[in-house]
């Protein structure tokens, strides 16, 4: 099983933050899904643009910006040959949008929480 577990909004793979991601929160992430699948691998994508953390919440305009995100990282997953969708945001930006377009599952942290 090819996971692609998407995540919003890290931030740019060069900042802080997506070095934080990277080397940090990615592996948790993935030790956590081995334990209920064990031997998928795990693709993370960070969004190509990123946002600051702290903003996402506070304005408006950078959740449009997120779903946006979202939906650009995970539009191709199944012709990438992936079999299911991780939204790694509590918000769930684009899971609704994105299980109509894809025929693969995908997943939100939040509702699934």
Avoid at 19 to 31: G, N, T
Avoid at 51 to 76: C, G, Q
């Amino acid at each position: 099983m090819k996971i692609l577990c998407v995540a919003i909004p890290p931030a740019t793979e060069d900042s802080a933050a997506g070095k934080h991601a990277k080397e940090v929160y990615s592996p948790a992430v993935y030790e956590n899904i081995q334990m209920f699948m064990p031997g998928a691998e795990v693709v993370f994508r960070t969004c190509e643009w990123g946002l600051p953390m702290l903003d996402t919440p506070i304005y408006r305009h950078l959740d449009v910006l997120s779903s946006r995100l979202a939906f650009y990282a995970a539009a191709n997953a199944k012709e990438e040959g992936f079999d299911g969708v991780l939204i790694d945001c509590f918000g769930d930006p684009m899971v609704r949008e994105l299980r109509q377009h894809l025929d693969i599952p995908v997943v939100g942290l939040c509702e699934s929480s």
